[in-house]
């Protein structure tokens, strides 16, 4: 430093003054008044180089800030649901290329109805090379309402792939589509440019059997579409391919006539072939194997939990709840939620995905004949990059070993689909074997595939022993043959008011001889029969779970009178009203009457949660429990039976605006539940059978009379 001519201040290189800075030889507060004027002077000496330092200081910390808040965005990411629109806008969609167009929608829950659906899409594009021809999850297809009105507007030909579940409810996929198309009763007569044809997928067994698909159908006619066709209605309690197939068969002669124009000739007679669908597989060393067979698909900690995107939760309770005198098993297991970000609300089912006991998948790898230690990755698209033809594959699992695929993905014990059977024929080296195979997928062999294989209950792996020269590639086998392990729902056993931190199952095992003298043991039944607890072991079971909302509620009104109806483990979402009834009271609300009616064999035997339902009618959180034993007296007494026993009461209720709840089998009980329920009321109400059947109508409809039946 020299000095100044004009005053006794000093002019400091910017290193000399950062240097001074940092090692605190010109802070201000260690020096005296006079050092400290001497450092205020250079300072303003200094100005240019002050402001440069203190701005770059600034942009240091601001960068810094911007890292950190990415970083810690990045660990939290945001729920996949608002992505979902991003995800859907393909500008091809818009592209004009002179091409007709034709979409297909499916709402599924298993996955058939898309599979369904993209085998009509399949071969229809090789019938009509003029058209263009879209499959759509109907959840996918628009972010909100005023998108599924602007977006069908424009729909001219249309096919509907819809799945019934429950009571009647929609696929989890198509609820949001369903909910808003049978509501909109005034839109008149908008969709005139729309033709279309709706394929339904049900079980005659249930009550209302395919009600998804005919009010759609019937709202698509109402509202100035043209039905190309009648509805399908497929009933998965026979052969739903074979509805499928003669349903697409009344499809094409309606597509010729719209796709088709005289300058393409006559339709080709040379009967379409379905293509054995087959995933790319790469194999590798074990010893450099990419993956970890302990982590679950996408079980990973994800934000938003859905079937997709599961939650890995440990198993922190499990304990039989018949007593040793019985010759079946129900199981009580709770799942640890504490920490996950997942909840639920009474009444919610969870959705389980388990594994395949190790004597199936041992099993399973003999009859494909490789080793269990086997590690590959299956591919969408071939070595090249290029995609494999054909949109109809699965999304491909994340590498694994054979015996780790088999044991978490792979359907082993349900009876393959006619499509497997000519996977299976495609890779047989016995020619008797392929013929027999091909026989049974034909629609020649269609009464003894019914005989054979639907009525016999056999399985696929007794099928695949039964034609032992059939031994299909990975790639076949998991593309065409095994279907995906679907995941598993029961009806929530809590409530969060009592239990935030634990989801309460309650399972009845599934054991049981099919005719063919196989005992079939229930894949997620007998895993949580086996399951190890966490107060037993810190190895302890885990499963990848995740919580599907349901519309079985309570009443928000807490006065309102409530009818529970629920044998066996029907009783399951009751267990849950009551404690929610429980904790309510104990926070001081006050309480409308209640009744359950449970059902069960023997008060020795299956009376599962006895002390818990006394303590309940102790408590007040349930006014009266009615139990009827099936097994006890000289004559089968069942629920329905006690209800006409409590009819007066019942009614009473009802005329009080009270709700009424059934749970359990769909096919026989909520059926008999439902009889006596129009009993008491014809009776009750003094009411010929019409004028029943439309009031015990009309509490459906307005939500008084709910049910969880399967």
């Known amino acids: 430093m020299e000095p100044s001519s004009s005053s006794n201040s000093m002019k400091v290189s910017p290193l000399d ?105 399949e071969e229809a594009r090789a019938r009509y090379e003029k058209a263009t021809f879209k499959v759509v999850d109907l959840d996918d297809y628009a972010a909100d309402d005023d998108e599924y009105e602007e977006m069908l507007k424009k729909e001219t030909l249309a096919f509907f792939f819809l799945a019934t579940y429950g009571d009647g409810e929609p696929t989890d996929n198509a609820a949001r589509f369903y909910k808003w198309f049978a509501e909109g009763n005034e839109r008149g007569k908008w969709l005139g440019n729309m033709q279309y044809g709706v394929f339904g997928l049900g ?19 109402e509202q100035g579409a043209k039905r190309l066709l009648p509805v399908g209605l497929g009933d998965d309690d026979q052969c739903i391919e074979d509805d499928f197939s003669a349903w697409r068969e009344l499809v094409w002669p309606e597509l010729d006539q719209l796709l088709r124009d005289e300058a393409d000739g006559p339709t080709v007679s040379t009967p379409y072939t379905a293509a054995v669908l087959e995933y790319h597989v790469v194999f590798y060393d074990p010893a450099d194997a990419p993956i ?6 996408n079980a ?42 997942l909840s639920y609300e009474t009444g919610d089912h969870v959705g389980v995905y388990c594994e395949n006991l190790i004597e199936t998948v ?30 109809s594959l699965p999304p491909p699992f994340p590498p694994c070993s054979l015996r780790t695929a088999l044991t978490r993905y792979a359907d082993l014990l349900s009876s393959p689909k006619k499509s497997a059977l000519l996977a299976l024929a495609a890779h047989a080296s016995d020619p008797t074997d392929a013929d027999r195979l091909r026989h049974l997928a034909s629609p020649a062999g269609k009464d003894e595939y019914a005989q054979w294989m639907v009525a016999n209950q056999r399985s696929l792996l007794e099928v695949m022993a039964e034609f032992p020269s059939a031994r299909p590639p990975l790639g076949v086998f998991f593309a065409s043959v095994a279907p995906r392990l679907q995941p598993r729902y029961y009806s929530i056993s809590s409530s969060p008011r009592m239990a935030p931190s634990r989801i309460h ?48 509620k309570l009443p928000a009104d807490s006065k309102v009178p409530i009818i529970m109806i629920g044998p066996g483990t029907g009783l399951a979402p009751f267990r849950g009203f009551l404690q929610e009834r429980f904790a309510l009271k104990e926070a001081g609300a006050e309480l409308g009457p209640s009744i359950l009616f449970f059902g069960c064999r023997n008060r020795r035997m299956d009376y599962i949660y006895e002390e818990e339902l006394n303590n309940f009618v102790d408590s007040g959180a349930l006014s009266e429990l009615v139990v ?65 059947e439309s009031m015990v109508k009309n509490l459906q409809m307005t939500g008084r009379y709910l049910r969880d039946v399967w």
């Open 300 to 341: 990973n900690g994800h934000a938003v939990y859905d079937a997709q995107h599961p939650c890995r939760s440990n198993v922190a309770v499990r304990k039989e709840l018949h007593t040793p005198a019985s010759d079946r098993s129900c199981t009580h297991l709770e799942f640890d939620i504490a920490g996950t970000g």
């Open 17 to 121: 003054l950062m240097s001074a800075i940092i090692k605190g030889r010109m802070d201000p507060s260690n020096a005296s008044s006079e050092s400290a004027a001497e450092v205020a002077t250079i300072l303003l000496e200094n100005r240019e180089f002050v402001m440069i330092l203190t701005t770059s200081i600034a942009v240091l910390i601001g960068c810094v800030v911007v890292l950190v808040w990415r970083r810690s965005s990045g660990q939290k990411p945001k729920p996949v649901q608002s992505l979902k629109p991003l995800i859907v806008k393909e500008p091809e969609v818009e592209e004009d290329d002179g091409k007709k167009k034709v979409t297909i929608f499916f709402g599924t829950q298993t996955g058939t109805a898309e599979g369904f659906a993209k085998a009509l899409a």
């Open 203 to 221: 079980n005659r067994q249930y009550e209302h059997f395919n009600k998804v698909a005919k009010v759609v159908d019937e709202i698509l006619a």
């Open 362 to 391: 041992e099993e399973g790898v003999k009859l494909l004949g490789l080793s269990p230690d086997t590690y590959f990755s299956i591919h969408t698209d071939k070595e090249d990059g290029t995609p494999i033809s054909g949109s």
């Open 505 to 552: 199952v309650t399972c009845a095992l599934v054991y049981e001889k099919t005719p063919t003298g196989r005992v079939h043991k229930g894949v997620c039944s007998t895993w949580m029969k086996n399951a190890v607890p966490l107060e037993k072991s810190q190895e302890c079971s885990w499963a990848p779970i995740f919580v599907r909302q349901s519309n079985f």
């Open 292 to 297: 970890n067979d302990n982590n679950w698909s």
């Open 628 to 692: 009827a034993f099936s097994r006890e007296g000289p004559t089968k007494e069942y629920v329905q039976h006690k209800m006409m026993e409590k009819a007066s009461d019942i009614w009473n209720m009802i005329s009080q605006g009270g709700y009424i709840y059934v749970c359990g089998d769909a096919k026989g009980m909520a059926r008999d539940v439902h009889r006596s329920l129009h009993t008491i009321v014809q009776e009750q109400g003094s009411l010929d059978s019409s004028k029943a």
